[in-house]
C-alpha cells in the first residue's frame, strides 16, 4: 500500500512534443504529490508538487494533472526541450506525519531528440 | 545560499569496513533526512531526524544508525558493509518535520563497496 507505480521505464520525445509520465498510489491517506527531476551525478530537483484537494497545477511548461478517485496523477512536459533530458520521479507522502518517508516511484528516463 | 552539503562526493569501501557520511542542511531547516538511491531505483527513506531527534526509519537493517547534531548538520554511519550498501546516499533538509515536504536534497555521497 506503501508504493508508488510508475510508467513508462524510459521515453523518448521529439523536440518540440510533449512528455507524459503516469503514475498511480494506493494509500489514500497520501496528501504531497510532487515531481523531482534528476541530472546523472546530482540529488533530485523538485520540479512541481500538488496536493490532492486540486486537480491540476500549471509551472511554466510542467503541469501536474491529478485524478483523486483513480488514484493516479501524471506530469505533462510541452514543448519538450534537449535540456529536460533527465530521469523523472514522482513521489507521495502524508506531509502532515512527522518522521514519515517521500515514497519514490522507479523513475522514468526522459530523452529528448533534437 | 548555500545549499544541502554532502561529503565525502565519493569513497570506495571494503566490505565488513565502516563508512559515516555527512550532511549540512540549509541554514534554517531543522530537519534532515536520509536516503538511498541504488542505481535505477528511486530513493528509499532511511532516517528522519528533527531538532536533533530521530522522528523516524525505513526498513533498513540495525547496521545503518545516524545522529543529529546542535547546529542540525547530521551523520549517517552504516557499520559491517555488504556489496549492497553500495548505492548513493542523499541527504535532504526541511523546515519542518512533516513527511516528504518542502525538502531539498543534497548532491549526494556515491559510496562503492568491494
Known amino acids: 500500500q506503501q508504493q508508488v507505480k510508475q510508467s513508462p521505464q524510459s521515453l523518448i520525445v521529439q523536440k518540440g512534443g510533449i512528455s507524459i509520465i503516469n503514475c498511480a498510489y494506493e494509500n489514500t491517506a497520501f496528501d504531497y504529490f510532487p515531481w523531482y527531476q534528476q541530472f546523472p551525478g546530482k540529488g533530485p530537483a523538485l520540479l512541481i508538487a500538488?496536493?490532492?484537494?486540486?486537480s491540476e497545477k500549471k509551472e511554466g511548461r510542467f503541469t501536474i494533472s491529478f485524478n483523486k478517485s483513480a488514484k493516479q496523477f501524471s506530469l505533462h512536459i510541452m514543448d519538450s526541450q534537449p535540456g529536460d533530458s533527465a530521469t523523472y520521479f514522482c513521489a507521495a507522502s502524508m506531509s502532515n506525519q512527522a518522521g514519515t518517508a517521500l515514497i519514490f516511484g522507479k523513475g522514468t528516463t526522459l530523452s529528448v531528440s533534437s | 545560499d548555500a545549499g544541502v552539503t554532502q561529503s565525502p562526493t565519493h569513497l570506495i569501501k571494503t566490505r565488513g569496513q565502516h563508512v559515516t557520511l555527512r550532511c549540512s542542511p540549509i541554514s534554517g531547516h531543522k530537519s534532515v533526512s536520509w536516503y538511498q538511491q541504488v542505481l535505477g531505483q528511486g530513493p528509499q527513506f532511511i532516517f528522519q531526524y528533527y531538532e536533533k531527534e530521530e522522528r523516524g526509519r525505513g526498513n533498513f537493517p540495525d547496521r545503518f544508525s545516524a545522529r543529529q547534531f546542535p547546529n542540525y548538520s547530521s551523520e549517517l554511519n552504516v557499520n559491517a558493509l555488504l556489496l549492497g550498501d553500495s548505492a548513493l546516499y542523499l541527504c535532504a533538509s526541511s523546515f519542518s518535520a512533516g513527511g516528504g515536504y518542502g525538502y531539498t536534497f543534497g548532491s549526494g555521497t556515491r559510496l562503492t563497496v568491494v
Open positions: 500538488i496536493r490532492p484537494d486540486v
